[in-house]
Nanobody, 130 residues
Framework: QVQLVESGGGLVQAGDSLRLSCTGS????????MGWFRQGPGKEREFVAF????????YYADSARGRFTISRDNAKNTVYLQMNSLKPEDTAVYHC???????????????????????WGRGTQVTVSS
């Protein structure tokens, strides 16, 4: 089992920045690609960003591209989501998710789906006021 714990959320004003962190523990003998998702009030959980274990391949949702940056530090078992120029519509609970690298080949489309991931964190709340 892998435990994922997100942190760094909070209440900010439009235009502000936040950096979310997601730290993993547990089954460290495996390697994981990582994703960030979010779920706004009354909305379905949606893809935000993805990064491979090596960090060489990164995908963003259209809503995140240009404002958000995903990165990782494998030595710390931590993935980050730097969010700049936040908007009220970014208000959501942000979840990180882990996909075992031993799973079959992924595509840009598959890693945007909830079922592409093996483990999920409980989330951190981000609220952006106007």
């Amino acid at each position: 089992q892998v435990q994922l714990v997100e942190s760094g959320g909070g209440l900010v004003q439009a235009g502000d920045s936040l950096r979310l962190s997601c730290t993993g523990s547990g089954r460290t003998e495996s390697n994981y690609h990582m994703g960030w998702f979010r779920q706004g009030p009354g909305k379905e959980r949606e893809f935000v960003a993805f990064i491979t274990y090596s960090g060489k391949t990164i995908y963003y949702a259209d809503s995140a591209r240009g404002r958000f940056t995903i990165s990782r530090d494998n030595a710390k078992n931590t993935v980050y989501l730097q969010m700049n120029s936040l908007k009220p519509e970014d208000t959501a609970v942000y979840h990180c998710a882990a996909r075992d690298t031993s799973r079959e080949f992924y595509t840009r489309n598959t890693v945007q789906g909830l079922h592409a991931y093996d483990y999920w964190g409980r989330g951190t709340q981000v609220t952006v006021s106007s």
